[in-house]
């Protein structure tokens, strides 16, 4: 098993910035990938970030340009910056861990962007 704790979501204006926080209980170089997750009302789960073991990162065309993420291995912890936020990137979001034994989510930390 492995438990993930999020954390930095709340309610910020249109162009503000947040930044969530994944700790995770297990050493992030024992997952394939970690990356962050949201779903909007009446709307299905969608990947918005991801980190590869290897470093690789990738991210949905919408957050290209305005959300980095980032690890920080001694802490085993995953960053989301999120800048230049917009009233649709309202969403929970969700951390990942893609790891040999399985998949495994957070509990879910809200982000409203306000316009």
């Known amino acids: 098993q492995v438990q993930l704790v999020e954390s930095g979501g709340g309610l910020v204006q249109a162009g503000g910035s947040l930044r969530l926080s994944c700790a995770a209980s297990?050493?992030?170089?024992?997952?394939?990938?970690m990356g962050w997750y949201r779903q909007a009302p009446g709307k299905q789960r969608e990947l918005v970030a991801r980190?590869?073991?290897?470093?690789?990162?990738n991210y949905t065309d919408s957050v290209k340009g305005r959300f980095t993420i980032s690890r920080d291995s001694a802490k085993n912890t995953v960053y989301l910056q999120m800048n230049s936020l917009k009233p649709e990137d309202t969403a929970v979001y969700f951390c990942?861990?893609?790891?040999?034994?399985?998949?495994?989510w957070g509990q879910g930390t809200q982000v409203t962007v306000s316009s």
């Open positions: 297990r050493s992030i170089f024992n997952s394939f990938s």
């Open positions: 980190v590869t073991v290897g470093g690789t990162t």
């Open positions: 990942n861990y893609y790891g040999p034994r399985g998949t495994y």
